[in-house]
């Protein structure tokens, strides 16, 4: 009955199903370990930032060596030292800030340093409005003196990131973002371009948790791998499916073409349509026999 699948057209369709399936198995498997590999990346990553966050804090001149450095990549969310004196009268509050699902702003107070350049510094975290605690004056004042803050490094905020205010619409006295170009023209000297979130604010201030690094997240290409990897082994499958469905037909079809069933007719060949029978009538010789049909129509007597 499967004969057939020795002809030369069967044999190219079974071929290339068997070198279908291989690849779309090998594709499969080279996405899954590409999904493996983001996922190590980000616990390894995650690893490495729990380490430098644990880490004793170390100078902020080893971190930003002056206000134009850059943050790097491994001193994300470092522990950093640095002393100097709050300029209070430059404070500024950050509103539309969540911390455990409350709304609230963040205290924002630059340290100038004994170089004259200020670090941005989030003293804390408060709930409410912002502009209600400007009115009523109840922010907490920034300690008077010279004071060493110790507290996490963190990226320069962009337009995506989280909870920041790119509205342009901000009464005086707040900030939408924390960075040092949105600060540059705010505050009378030289602003880093990183900022710290003090690690023991006093009270009433909250400690602000400090952000996740840019990239340091599992993204949407580790789930995209994930999702090709199924689609592989689907095809994969579909392609083993269509072959037997494709054998199993073709065998159908050939087995009814031997008992002589035609298409679109499974009780037997065609005989065209039914006619009427014609009554039987008795013959000269006694048998009956079929009468003869007069084409001619009957016509009225006059």
């Known amino acids: 009955m499967y004969r057939f699948l020795l002809t030369p057209r069967w044999l190219a369709v079974s071929l290339l199903a068997l070198l279908a399936v291989p690849v779309c198995v090998f594709m499969g498997s080279w996405q899954l370990s590409r999904f493996e590999w983001r996922v190590n990346e980000h616990r390894t990553a995650a690893q490495d930032q729990r380490k430098v966050a644990e880490a004793p804090p170390v100078p902020l001149a080893k971190v930003l060596p002056d206000p134009r450095a850059d943050v790097q990549d491994d001193d994300a969310n470092r522990i950093v030292s640095a002393t100097g004196s709050y300029d209070t009268a430059h404070q500024l509050l950050v509103p539309g800030r969540t911390l455990d699902d409350r709304n609230g702003y963040y205290v924002l107070t630059p340290l100038r340093l004994s170089g004259g350049a200020a670090l941005p510094v989030v003293r804390g975290w408060l709930p409410g409005s912002a502009s209600a605690a400007q009115h009523r004056g109840t922010v907490p004042p920034a300690p008077a003196g010279t004071v060493t803050v110790t507290g996490a490094m963190q990226y320069p905020e962009t337009t995506e990131s989280p909870d920041v205010d790119t509205s342009g619409t901000l009464p005086s006295g707040q ?11 705010l505050l009378p000297y030289p602003v880093y371009n990183g900022w710290i979130t003090a690690t023991h604010p006093a009270a009433p201030l909250k400690a602000v948790p400090p952000a996740e690094a840019p990239g340091s997240s599992l993204d949407l290409k580790a789930f995209q791998n994930l999702g ?19 054998v199993r037909r073709e065998a ?51």
């Open 228 to 246: 090709y990897t199924g689609q592989w082994f689907v095809f994969a499958g579909f392609v083993v499916f269509m072959w037997f469905r494709f």
């Open 175 to 185: 900030l939408g973002i924390i960075s040092g170009a949105s600060l540059v023209n």
């Open 252 to 302: 159908e079809a050939r087995a009814d073409a031997a008992l002589g069933i035609l298409p679109g007719d499974p009780d037997g060949p065609d005989d065209g349509p039914d006619t009427p029978e014609a009554p039987l009538t008795p013959g000269p010789d006694g048998a009956e026999a079929p009468a003869e049909h007069d084409p001619t129509p009957a016509t009225q007597a006059s």
